[in-house]
């Protein structure tokens, strides 16, 4: 059997010009209002939609966006009404670096990268436990 593909995925958007401005403005998503309630978008192989219906989901929706800088997105992800929750943090030897923010309306979402964050040292970024790796400081 071949492994099926996960090809739309659905954000809670109770604001939906909110959620439409940070995620065309922060990860250049394509997006479009497909009804009242609903605006879909288009984000590289991805697409998806902005439900005005759906519940916030504060502990995580379950995907990471992949980009090349992720202290520069964080920073637009807060100039564009967004709030880093955890600041970038390696996942080990080879497996890349996460972190984690809430989007206008409260989702909370993992960004991905495989390169080290910009400006953050070394030392820090291979040491997820370390308690300067962690926290809402961008600046590293």
Known sequence: MEPCRIEFITIPA???AAAASFY???FGFSIRQFSERFWVFKAGN?????DRDLAVCSGGIGFSITVPHMV???K??????????RAPYSLGAGAGFCARFADPNGNVLELHSSSPPEGLSPAVA??????SARGDSIDG
């Open 14 to 16: 109770p604001d939906l």
């Open 126 to 131: 291979e040491d997820r436990d370390r308690p």
């Open 46 to 50: 991805l697409s998806g939609g902005l």
């Open 72 to 74: 520069s997105v964080l």
């Open 76 to 85: 637009t992800v807060v100039a564009q009404g967004g709030r880093v929750l």
């Open 24 to 26: 065309g403005q922060v």
